[in-house]
Nanobody, 127 residues
């Protein structure tokens, strides 16, 4: 059973930074898994934030976070992280990591394409 556990959320002021982490377990290797971060603010639909292709060679960001957020993966540790800089109140949401062995690059932004999800970690940015 694959399990994803996020950590690193919290309450911060606008303009500051946070690093979210997601640790995976339940497989000997996640090397060929696409990995991504999504978020969901109250009363809104879940939205794609950032993702990395199965081979790790490509990273794609939502327009709203490009240039501020950086996704990285460590296959040896089966973890992904999200470095979030210059946080703004509109970044407030529950952030979820997602893994998928069958997610092709063109579907990285599609939540339904992922098989495994973490429980989420709250990020709150005050103005």
């Amino acid at each position: 059973q694959v399990r994803l556990v996020e950590s690193g959320g919290g309450l911060v002021q606008a303009g500051t930074s946070l690093i979210l982490s997601c640790a995976a377990s339940g497989r000997t290797s996640f090397r060929n898994y696409a990995m991504a971060w999504f978020r969901q603010a109250p009363g809104t639909a879940r939205e794609y934030v950032a993702g990395t292709s199965r081979d790790g060679g490509h990273k794609y960001y939502a327009d709203s976070v490009r240039g501020r957020f950086t996704i990285s993966r460590d296959n040896a540790k089966a973890t992904i992280s999200l470095q979030m800089n210059s946080l703004q109140p509109e970044d407030t949401a529950v952030y979820y990591c997602a893994f998928g062995p069958g997610v092709i690059t063109s579907r990285l932004r599609v939540g339904a394409a992922y098989d495994y999800w973490g429980q989420g970690t709250q990020v709150t940015v005050s103005s």
